[in-house]
């Protein structure tokens, strides 16, 4: 099975990324301060995960944990 990185498919102006050891807080701050609802979560140039609005509002706050 070939791996694709994340370039090979989506040109780099139009994706927010964050480190994989990046907090909510830091992903939450990234999605307000470009306007976007997803951001990329990644380990080098492989894809970790995407953490969306949807995941802050559902697996966070939801659940009254601190970002």
Known sequence: MQCTVIPDVVPSPATHRLPVHSTVYDAA???????????????????????SERDLATRVVARGLDP
């Open 29 to 51: 701050a990234l999605m307000r301060d470009q306007s976007v609802g997803v951001v990329l979560v990644m380990n080098g140039e492989s894809l970790c995960g995407i953490f």
